[in-house]
């Protein structure tokens, strides 16, 4: 008969490699394995009915044991469930007949191939249940904030060790903000965007440019957000640009505004410089749309508003002095106040006489003008007509690859439109 030490030791080996794997927990590892030695079992005899697997995690062992009846010598039907008297004497001498034989077993018992496919088999079990386990915590902790160490780059790729659970976290590189370098040891922060299941490995989301991590941030920096004090009811975000979030209070006591920004901007200085100096304007939520969109182009003063609800479409009329501000370089400011609000805005400019903004975007030129020339006048931060109109036709030549008739032509085919513009 083989030695009990040995089957531990035997079976120690075989634990080693799942020992880390301590989300699992101890019901659901015993039932695995109960299973994977029960098929051994099968395997051998034709069937587990007579047999008992009793399994100690805690040592790292188990024990295997034969369960027959006791008959007389010949009297034997069936094998499996019964032992003859003289071969259950010669297991225990104290057995009588009519009793049960316990007989232990071990693994040796089995032969090295069967142990290797069972101990095969039982690591890729509970590396899919701990695979399992990995994706359903995280599916449960979807746009929470995770903080991690920068563990590799791979190509446009960033791994991310968890550091409150150590496991790896991607992070894409169209998940962070413009002109953001990591390196390995690197601490950063994100929440997780989306958890998937990538050929039967869960895969975790984690990103920087999302609307919601600013919510988050917010969240983190201002109590009065956790406390239900305060809600946000808008957030949008031209990552590592401008955001614009809007906020409201339900306890009249409280500035939502003041409390966000906190004193002397204590509060969302941190925010600003975890993204990159991204220019964060908060204002204050109103169900009034009209006044909404006037907040929602901040810093800009606007001077009257035509809505057309049923089109989501306002018509915003400023003093000249505001226009640029309400539009925002390359316009990111009329972009994020329309996300915002839900309302496509046009700008327009308060006259004597009110008048459109004598103002194109490049793109409408499609038509006219070769799209790698208008490539080129945005290279150098020309978005609309008249940004082109404001420098002179030297320093157009100077500072892009075009040719001075070129730059003419462009100039001639700006100056037609606003002419026509007039006349009208």
């Given at each position: 008969?083989t030695?009990?030490?040995?089957?531990?030791m035997n079976?120690a080996?075989?634990f080693?490699?799942?020992?880390?794997?301590?989300s699992?927990?101890?019901?659901?590892?015993?039932r695995?394995l109960?299973?994977?030695?029960r098929?051994?079992?099968?395997?051998k005899?034709g069937?587990?009915?007579n047999?008992?697997?009793i399994?100690n995690t805690?040592k790292?062992d188990l024990?295997?044991?034969r369960v027959r009846?006791i008959v007389?010598?010949?009297e034997v039907?069936?094998?499996r469930s019964?032992?003859s008297i003289?071969?259950?004497?010669s297991?225990d001498?104290?057995?009588?007949?009519?009793?049960?034989?316990?007989?232990?077993?071990?693994?040796v018992?089995?032969g090295?191939r069967?142990?290797?496919?069972a101990r095969?088999t039982l690591?890729s079990?509970l590396?899919e249940?701990?695979?399992?386990d990995i994706?359903?915590?995280?599916k449960d902790?979807?746009?929470?904030?995770?903080?991690?160490?920068?563990h590799?780059?791979v190509?446009?790729?960033i791994l991310?060790i968890?550091?409150?659970t150590?496991?790896e976290?991607?992070?894409?590189?169209?998940?962070t903000i413009?002109?953001e370098?990591?390196r390995?040891?690197?601490?950063?922060?994100?929440?997780i965007k989306?958890?998937?299941m990538?050929?039967n490995?869960?895969i975790?989301?984690?990103?920087?440019?999302?609307n919601?991590?600013?919510e988050?941030l917010?969240?983190?920096e201002v109590?009065?957000?956790?406390?239900?004090?305060?809600?946000?009811?808008?957030?949008?975000?031209?990552?590592?640009?401008r955001?614009?979030?809007?906020v409201?209070s339900?306890?009249?006591?409280?500035?939502?505004?003041g409390?966000?920004?906190?004193?002397?901007g204590?509060?969302?200085?941190?925010?600003?410089?975890?993204l990159?100096?991204?220019n964060?304007?908060?204002i204050?939520?109103?169900?009034?749309?009209s006044?909404?969109i006037q907040?929602?182009?901040?810093?800009?003063?606007v001077?009257n508003i035509?809505?057309?609800t049923e089109?989501?479409h306002?018509?915003?009329y400023?003093?000249h002095?505001?226009?640029s501000l309400?539009?925002?370089?390359g316009g990111?400011?009329?972009?994020?106040a329309s996300r915002l609000?839900?309302?496509?805005?046009d700008?327009?400019?308060?006259?004597d006489?009110?008048?459109?903004i004598?103002?194109?975007?490049?793109?409408e030129?499609?038509d006219?003008?070769?799209s790698?020339i208008?490539?080129q006048l945005?290279?150098?931060?020309c978005?609309?007509?008249?940004?082109?109109l404001?420098?002179t036709?030297?320093e157009?030549?100077?500072?892009t690859?075009l040719?001075e008739e070129?730059?003419k032509?462009i100039v001639?085919i700006?100056e037609?439109?606003?002419a026509e513009?007039?006349k009208q």
């Amino acid at each position: 008969m083989t030695p009990p030490n040995l089957t531990k030791m035997n079976l120690a080996e075989i634990f080693s490699d799942f020992k880390s794997g301590k989300s699992i927990d101890r019901p659901t590892m015993v039932r695995v394995l109960e299973d994977v030695f029960r098929t051994l079992i099968k395997k051998k005899y034709g069937s587990d009915e007579n047999f008992d697997v009793i399994v100690n995690t805690q040592k790292g062992d188990l024990e295997l044991w034969r369960v027959r009846a006791i008959v007389s010598d010949g009297e034997v039907t069936d094998d499996r469930s019964q032992i003859s008297i003289s071969e259950a004497l010669s297991i225990d001498e104290d057995y009588e007949i009519g009793e049960e034989c316990y007989e232990q077993l071990y693994l040796v018992d089995f032969g090295r191939r069967a142990i290797q496919a069972a101990r095969q088999t039982l690591i890729s079990r509970l590396m899919e249940l701990e695979k399992d386990d990995i994706y359903k915590s995280y599916k449960d902790r979807e746009l929470d904030l995770v903080v991690g160490e920068v563990h590799q780059i791979v190509k446009r790729d960033i791994l991310i060790i968890d550091d409150a659970t150590g496991h790896e976290l991607l992070m894409p590189r169209d998940e962070t903000i413009k002109g953001e370098y990591f390196r390995k040891g690197d601490m950063v922060r994100g929440i997780i965007k989306k958890v998937e299941m990538r050929n039967n490995n869960p895969i975790v989301i984690v990103s920087r440019t999302d609307n919601r991590f600013l919510e988050k941030l917010l969240e983190q920096e201002v109590p009065e957000i956790e406390d239900g004090l305060i809600s946000v009811k808008g957030v949008v975000r031209l990552p590592g640009e401008r955001a614009k979030v809007s906020v409201e209070s339900y306890d009249d006591r409280i500035d939502p505004v003041g409390a966000c920004v906190g004193m002397k901007g204590s509060r969302i200085h941190g925010i600003v410089r975890e993204l990159r100096n991204e220019n964060i304007d908060i204002i204050n939520y109103t169900a009034n749309e009209s006044l909404y969109i006037q907040r929602s182009l901040t810093p800009a003063k606007v001077a009257n508003i035509d809505l057309n609800t049923e089109k989501k479409h306002a018509n915003v009329y400023l003093d000249h002095d505001q226009v640029s501000l309400a539009i925002g370089k390359g316009g990111t400011n009329i972009k994020l106040a329309s996300r915002l609000t839900g309302y496509e805005i046009d700008v327009f400019r308060v006259t004597d006489e009110v008048e459109e903004i004598e103002d194109i975007d490049l793109d409408e030129f499609s038509d006219e003008i070769e799209s790698w020339i208008i490539d080129q006048l945005k290279s150098i931060g020309c978005d609309t007509a008249k940004s082109v109109l404001e420098l002179t036709p030297e320093e157009l030549v100077r500072r892009t690859d075009l040719e001075e008739e070129t730059v003419k032509d462009i100039v001639k085919i700006f100056e037609e439109e606003f002419a026509e513009d007039e006349k009208q």
